[in-house]
């Protein structure tokens, strides 16, 4: 179930917030401490689907000032008027007495995921709530894990979830473990606790109410993570193909931690900065490309066993092919300069190494351009020395050029020719000054959106076994694009 909570701070307010919550959710909680004067009997009498009654006092979170026996007041008359539901803290529940309306007897803490987390949850039980409450600040991925397995223990219906960055995954998750629901904001601007995302991203993009014990769960392991298209991307493709899968953003401090816990839940993860060398020794079994590259990028757990990959080297060459409508004879032979020496470098000059094409590597730091091209058997140059190299594909992989430094141009104009074909890796913006100057040059240009996509695609190939959707995934992360310009 989805929980919208009222947040409004006058009861005109609250009705009007009512009315837009209900066809997106299951039940409200109706949150009487943000409201001065509340109707109580109005509000609920007049209610279009079940209603959750919370006077939180402000030593949990709450904002209801006053005498403790009018927050209890509210309470008892909320249930008087027919609220399903009304939640009462476990400092309070001896007090409040019994109700004509189930209790959902709660805890929260702002501060962190208490170690003691069972022995919370069994003072709460104990009490006769009819449902438990534990909500609890994540400062790590890892306290989510706690929290699910608490949810799976619960001998009654139990609310479990972890607030904060760090807790989002409890929020959408929920369901899976076999919490009673899950809490979500009408809009950005009525969250109730730190981490909560609104119903719509819930509904939309996680698609909440599809997840059961049986969906497949998918994730990008970063740090920081909030700012990937990642699960915008994937979820998209799940959602098109209509596969029960959901993919997380996992924010993670300590990958081989969070390795060895979540193995047994997580299918496969797509893995960024900075984790995807030390996520190596994590591995159970690597591709040969992963040595090659240095780096993994993909993790598919087969059998139980966490199989490191690397599909950064194929996304860019074959994002280059298709770009210029070529297959994957078209780079054999052909002299290819490539403009930079860093991380993506490296998965780049595997791929052309292992079309066939000859490869020079040019970086302002020439020593780390030499050290690359040796360890690859290409050539190499300080950028500073292009002028007398002839070649038929330039590819730059460094970051110059990318927003906010769009004036920014990683060569010399004067090296481009007509006929030659120029890509870039930056995709924002997605033409760069590199990219203009090539058109005008009349060279064939390849953007960095496809790399970027066809990294995605054969990460979700890899997962699902199944066709992802290109397009659909492309178009995606142009209106995200656009929509952050
Ligand atoms: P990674 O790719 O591993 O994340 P990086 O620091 O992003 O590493 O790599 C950036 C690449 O862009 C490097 O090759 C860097 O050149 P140096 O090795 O000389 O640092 C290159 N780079 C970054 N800014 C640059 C600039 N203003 N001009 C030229 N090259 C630049």
């Not at 608490?150 to 219906?157: A, Q």
């Not at 059961?212 to 799940?238: C, E, L, Q």
């Not at 598919?300 to 994957?328: P, Q």
């Not at 033409?431 to 953007?447: F, G």
Request: include cysteine.
């Amino acid at each position: 179930m989805i929980c919208i909570p009222i947040t409004a701070r006058d009861n005109d307010a609250a009705g009007e917030q009512i009315s837009r919550a209900a066809p997106l959710c299951d039940i409200i909680e109706l949150r009487l401490d943000y409201i001065s004067r509340p109707d109580v009997e109005g509000l609920i009498r007049s209610r279009p689907l079940p209603v959750i009654a919370t006077c939180r006092p402000g030593r949990e979170g709450g904002l209801f000032v006053g005498e403790e026996a009018d927050r209890l007041d509210i309470l008892r008359r909320a249930a008087a008027a027919g609220a399903e539901y009304i939640d009462v803290e476990l400092d309070s529940v001896a007090e409040l007495g019994r109700a004509p309306a189930r209790r959902i007897v709660s805890h929260h803490d702002f501060e962190q995921t208490p170690d003691d987390l069972g022995n919370i949850y069994q003072s709460l039980a104990e009490t006769g709530a009819d449902v438990v409450k534990l909500a609890t600040k994540a400062n790590s991925v890892l306290d989510n894990l706690r929290m699910f397995e608490l949810l799976e223990r619960s001998d009654r219906p139990t609310i479990g979830l972890c607030m904060g960055d760090d807790g989002r995954i409890s929020r959408i998750l929920a369901g899976r473990f076999g919490g009673l629901l899950t809490f979500a904001a009408l809009d950005d601007a009525s969250a109730s606790a730190p981490g909560q995302l609104t119903v719509q991203t819930l509904r939309e993009m996680y698609r909440y109410e599809r997840i059961t014990p049986k969906t497949d769960i998918y994730g990008v392991v970063a740090n920081p993570v909030a700012h990937s298209m990642s699960p915008a991307i994937h979820n998209a493709a799940f959602r098109e193909l209509d596969l029960d899968a959901v993919y997380l953003p996992f924010r993670v401090d300590d990958p081989l931690a969070f390795y060895a816990a979540f193995r047994h839940i997580v299918k496969g993860y797509s893995v960024t900065i900075p984790h995807k060398v030390t996520s190596m020794q994590a591995m159970d079994e690597l591709d040969p490309k992963v040595n090659e590259v240095g780096a993994l990028n993909t993790i598919v757990v087969r059998d139980g066993k966490l199989v490191g990959c690397n599909v950064e080297w194929l996304a860019a060459i074959e994002a280059l092919e298709a770009g210029i409508g070529e297959d994957a004879s078209y780079l054999r032979g052909r002299r290819v300069l490539v403009i930079g020496a860093g991380g993506a470098t490296r998965a780049i000059c595997v791929g052309l190494r292992e079309r066939e094409a000859i490869v020079t590597i040019a970086n302002r730091t020439a020593e780390k351009a030499r050290r690359l091209a040796v360890d690859l058997g290409a050539g190499w140059l300080p950028l500073a020395d292009l002028r007398s190299i002839e070649a038929d594909v330039i590819i730059n992989t460094t970051s110059v050029g990318m927003h906010p430094n769009v004036d920014a141009c990683p060569v010399d104009v004067s090296l481009l020719r007509k006929g030659m074909v120029v890509c870039d890796i930056v995709y924002n913006p997605l033409e760069t000054l590199l990219l203009r100057e090539a058109k005008a040059h009349e060279c064939a240009v390849v953007d960095g959106l496809g790399m970027f996509v066809r990294q995605a695609a054969n990460q979700f190939r890899l997962w699902t076994k199944r066709e992802p959707p290109i397009e659909l995934m492309t178009d995606l992360v142009m209106r995200i694009l656009k929509s952050k310009a």
